[in-house]
C-alpha cells in the first residue's frame, strides 16, 4: 500500500500539471483573439479570467497583460510558473516514484519557465512562448503515460489530472453558457474561441462539420465519451481511477468511488435537452461542487485519514 504522503505528491502533480497546461492555452487563444477581432480580444480575456476565478476581470485591460500574468506572475495563485514550481517540487519529494523521462521532462520545463530571460522571451514572442510551454507540459504528461507504470502511483496522478479538468471545464462553459451571460453564446467567434479554449475545435468539426452551434458545443463538451477533455470522458476517468484503487481496500475506500460513480451516470444518463430545459449553470455548478466533493472524499480516505481506522480490529 503506498504510503499517503506518496499518493498525495502524485496527486497534485496530475492536478498541478493540468492546471498548467490549461492556463497556457487559454492564454494562447487570448492573444489569438486579439488578432482575429478587437472586440473579441477584450470579451475573450474577460470570459478566460472570468472562468479561472478572477474576481475583478476588468483590471488587466490588454490581453497580452493578462497572458503575462496568468503564465509568468509568481504573485498569482495558480498561475502557470507557480503550477509547475509545485508540481516540480511534489515531484522532488517522491522522486523514487516517477520515471527519469518524466523527471526530466519536467524539470527542463520548471528550468525554462523560471529563468531570468522568461519575460524576455514571452515579450519577444508570446504565443510562440506559450505553445512551446504546452508542448512541453505535453511532453511530460505523454512521458508519465509512456514510461510510468499503471499501478497506483499512476492511478493518483489520472485521478488528479481528470478531477482538475472537469472542473476547469465545467468553469469554462459556465461562463460562455450560464444565463447572466447567454448573448456571448450567440456570437460565432466567440464560440470558435470557446472551442479552442477547450482544444476541441478540431475534434468537433469532425463531429458536426461547420455548423457551430452553441447547443452541439454544450453537447459536444459536455457528453462526448471520446473527446479526452470533455467533461463526461473525465468523469468516466475519475471512476475508473478511484475503482482501481479501491480494489483490495472494500472496507474503508468506498466512498470517493460511490461520489464518482454518482457525477459519472449523472453524466451519462443525461441529454442536452434536459440541460437546456433546466440551464447549462445548474448542472456545470453540479459538476463542480461534485469534484470538490469528491476531491475532499480522497483526501480523507487516501491522504489525512485516522491511523486507528486502518489497524486490524
Not at 520515471?99 to 515579450?123: G, H, I, P, S
Request: proline share 3%.
Amino acid at each position: 500500500m503506498m504510503l499517503a504522503r506518496v499518493a498525495d505528491s502524485l496527486y497534485w502533480i496530475g492536478r498541478y500539471l493540468e492546471r498548467a497546461e490549461h492556463l497556457s492555452r487559454v492564454s494562447a487563444v487570448m492573444l489569438n483573439a486579439a488578432l482575429d477581432r478587437a472586440d473579441l480580444a477584450g470579451e475573450a480575456t474577460q470570459m478566460a479570467l472570468a472562468a479561472l476565478g478572477d474576481s475583478k476581470p476588468g483590471r488587466l485591460a490588454l490581453p497580452v497583460e493578462s497572458a503575462r500574468a496568468l503564465a509568468l506572475d509568481r504573485e498569482r495563485e495558480g498561475s502557470v510558473v507557480v503550477s509547475l514550481s509545485r508540481a516540480r517540487e511534489n515531484a522532488r519529494q517522491v522522486r523514487d516514484q516517477i520515471t527519469t523521462e518524466v523527471w526530466e521532462r519536467l524539470n527542463m520545463l520548471y528550468l525554462r519557465v523560471v529563468d531570468v530571460r522568461a519575460n524576455r522571451a514571452f515579450n519577444a514572442d508570446a504565443p510562440g512562448f506559450l505553445q512551446e510551454t504546452i508542448a512541453d507540459l505535453h511532453l511530460v504528461m505523454g512521458a508519465v503515460g509512456a514510461t510510468m507504470s499503471h499501478g497506483e502511483g499512476w492511478r493518483f496522478m489520472g485521478a488528479g489530472t481528470h478531477i482538475e479538468r472537469a472542473q476547469l471545464m465545467a468553469r469554462l462553459l459556465k461562463v460562455h453558457f450560464d444565463k447572466s451571460l447567454q448573448p456571448a453564446a450567440d456570437d460565432h467567434l466567440a464560440l470558435v474561441t470557446l472551442l479552442r479554449m477547450a482544444c476541441a475545435l478540431e475534434p468537433y468539426l469532425r463531429v458536426y462539420t461547420a455548423d457551430v452551434a452553441a447547443r452541439h458545443i454544450l453537447e459536444f463538451l459536455l457528453f462526448n465519451e471520446e473527446f479526452p477533455r470533455s467533461i463526461r470522458f473525465s468523469t468516466g476517468c475519475i471512476e475508473d481511477h478511484l475503482g482501481h484503487l479501491a480494489r483490495g481496500r472494500e472496507g474503508y475506500c468506498g466512498e470517493p468511488l460511490r461520489l464518482a460513480g454518482r457525477l459519472n451516470a449523472r453524466l451519462a444518463y443525461a441529454v442536452v435537452e434536459d440541460v437546456e430545459a433546466m440551464g447549462a449553470g445548474a448542472l456545470l455548478a453540479t459538476v463542480e461542487s461534485e469534484c470538490a466533493t469528491i476531491h475532499q472524499a480522497l483526501h480523507d480516505t487516501f491522504i489525512d485519514y485516522p491511523l486507528e481506522s486502518r489497524l486490524p480490529a
